[in-house]
């Protein structure tokens, strides 16, 4: 019932999950979709530590970048938010679905006390635009210097933005503003994980 009024006003339902042993409040509309930003932010933090990219630093126009990998900006609301509490941050996240360039796509936003702290876009393309990708944003590249095979790093060395580019089955995308405060989040959530492994 409670679930019905909240529809009726916000549009979205409400459901708490734990994921991944954290409190994770969802918020949504039809069929709920359920994915876990500790295990995204975790493997972000991870491939960063690996350092295995082919490394640049360029000028970075974030509304640019955004603007390719994601022209739908302003034009939809989220299917799904996410609220989590993070010792003293809160982290909330959305997610978007749409189709681009008739390609499945799932666009994610990551909000760190209200600031944008960082975006994922997975393109369900099967690598089909990787090269593409690369090259619309490296521009200095030829596309048959672009290795499906290689991660894709830009570093933008005024403001710190990075951009991280790769296939994993299909052309994913991260922007990463503020990559401090998202390394906090993950060591946040990796020490409560080892105090609950020490518990009897």
């Keep these: 019932m ?3 009024f909240r529809k009726m006003l916000t549009g979205y339902k409400r459901s708490l999950r734990l994921i991944d042993g954290e409190a994770v409040t969802f918020y949504y509309v039809g069929q709920m979709v359920r994915f876990s930003p500790v295990s995204m932010l975790r493997e972000l933090v991870l491939k960063k530590e690996m ?3 082919v490394s640049n630093r360029v000028e970075l126009d974030a509304s640019q970048v955004l603007a390719k990998i994601w022209p739908k900006k302003g034009q ?7 609220k989590m509490n993070c010792g003293d941050s809160q982290l909330k996240v959305y997610r978007y ?5 008739q390609v499945n796509v799932s666009h994610y936003e990551f909000y760190i006390n209200k600031e944008l702290a960082g975006i994922f876009n997975r393109k369900y393309d099967y690598g089909r635009s990787f090269t593409s990708t690369v090259s619309q944003l490296r521009p200095e590249l030829h ?14 060395g005024s403001s710190g933005s990075q951009v991280i580019i790769e296939f994993f089955g299909h052309t994913q995308v991260w922007m990463i503003f503020k990559e401090a405060e998202l390394q906090q989040l993950v060591s946040h959530w990796d020490l409560k994980l080892k105090q609950k492994q020490k518990e009897p």
Excluded: G, H, W
Excluded at 76 to 82: A, D, G, N, S
Excluded at 97 to 101: Q, S, T, Y
Excluded at 143 to 156: G, M, S
């Design 97 to 101: 679905a749409a189709k681009v360039d």
């Design 143 to 156: 596309p048959l210097q672009v290795k499906i095979d290689e991660k894709y790093l830009l570093r933008d």
């Design 2 to 4: 409670i679930n019905y």
């Design 76 to 82: 939809l609301t989220p299917r799904t938010k996410v």
């Design 51 to 53: 350092n295995s990219f």
